[in-house]
């Protein structure tokens, strides 16, 4: 029984690193000296831990249509500070401000977002840079 509670314990051990990286810091993902707005329409919302997601079709001059992916906060702070899932939705006008990813895609953190009716939330986590 000894080497079943060992077994277990190495193997929960080894699970570790992969919640650990499931979560990243905002250093690691984004340039808090690149900060990006983009305004466009809501094409998609995932409202799942460990963050939110949600994209934006934003128009270039030309028409040429780029999505942006958003990273938003977890779902239960954003809750509990009043934004609720259904708070952005598919074809809603919003204009956002983030910082871009390292990486140079398209993907930012999504920190302040202001609908067309000028209300505004704050929609990155607590750790996040927020935008001035």
């Given at each position: 029984?000894?080497?079943?509670?060992?077994?277990?314990?190495?193997?929960?051990?080894?699970?570790?690193?992969?919640?650990?990286?499931?979560?990243?810091?905002f250093a690691a993902e984004y340039d808090a000296?690149?900060?990006?707005?983009?305004?466009?329409?809501?094409?998609?919302?995932?409202?799942?831990?460990?963050?939110?997601?949600?994209?934006?079709?934003?128009?270039?001059?030309?028409?040429?249509?780029?999505?942006?992916?958003?990273?938003?906060?977890?779902?239960?702070?954003?809750?509990?500070?009043?934004?609720?899932?259904?708070?952005?939705?598919?074809?809603?006008?919003?204009?956002?401000?983030?910082?871009?990813?390292?990486?140079?895609?398209?993907?930012?953190?999504?920190?302040?977002?202001?609908?067309?009716?000028g209300r505004s939330v704050f929609t990155a986590?607590?750790?996040?840079?927020?935008?001035?």
């Amino acid at each position: 029984m000894s080497n079943m509670k060992n077994l277990l314990a190495a193997s929960l051990l080894a699970l570790c690193p992969l919640a650990a990286s499931a979560h990243h810091s905002f250093a690691a993902e984004y340039d808090a000296a690149n900060p990006v707005a983009v305004t466009g329409t809501v094409s998609k919302v995932e409202w799942r831990n460990p963050h939110i997601w949600f994209y934006v079709d934003v128009k270039d001059d030309a028409g040429k249509v780029a999505t942006w992916g958003f990273s938003g906060g977890a779902p239960g702070m954003l809750m509990r500070r009043g934004i609720n899932p259904d708070a952005m939705k598919i074809g809603d006008e919003i204009m956002v401000e983030g910082f871009r990813a390292r990486d140079g895609s398209n993907n930012a953190s999504g920190g302040k977002v202001t609908f067309a009716d000028g209300r505004s939330v704050f929609t990155a986590s607590a750790e996040d840079v927020v935008p001035k």
